[in-house]
């Protein structure tokens, strides 16, 4: 099972710039897995995403339906956002270099992958990619 931040989850249903190797490698897993946070903020995506133009309020609902069996058919494993994962993330965050940028959603990702035994978390973040050493994690991006 592999990691997907918010970034890879919205590549796999938008067409973005190099959505292609992403969907490459989510075809290639055992299965795609995230906090589930990730579900909210690729919400987020569809609405900013009709909000410019990018897509028709329309593509966004189907975008939703398709996403939707795809969890009914196990393609997403979701970690849940608990009392107990939010203390391990202040926790982390109290730890970390005070001079490393970390956003609180990036580390709420990197401590849920961190939690259910993954070694590696993949996105196009460049931020939360630079952190994922701090939280043991390889951070991996596909997109050159």
Not at 59 to 76: C, K, S, T
């Amino acid at each position: 099972m592999i990691y997907f931040d918010t970034s890879y989850i919205a590549k796999c249903y938008l067409n973005e710039p190099h959505a292609d190797k992403v969907r490459q490698l989510a075809m290639r897993s055992d299965g795609l897995a995230c906090s589930y946070l990730g579900r909210v903020e690729f919400w987020s995506v569809l609405n900013r995403h009709v909000r410019e133009g990018r897509i028709a309020s329309k593509q966004a609902q189907a975008i939703r339906r398709v996403f939707v069996e795809d969890e009914v058919n196990d393609v997403w494993h979701w970690f849940p956002v608990t009392s107990d994962l939010m203390m391990k993330v202040c926790g982390a965050l109290e730890h970390l270099p005070l001079d490393l940028f970390v956003r609180s959603a990036d580390a709420i990702h990197l401590v849920s992958a961190t939690e259910h035994g993954l070694n590696q978390i993949y996105s196009s973040d460049t931020h939360l990619l630079r952190c994922a050493a701090c939280f043991g994690l390889r951070g991996c991006n596909v997109i050159p």
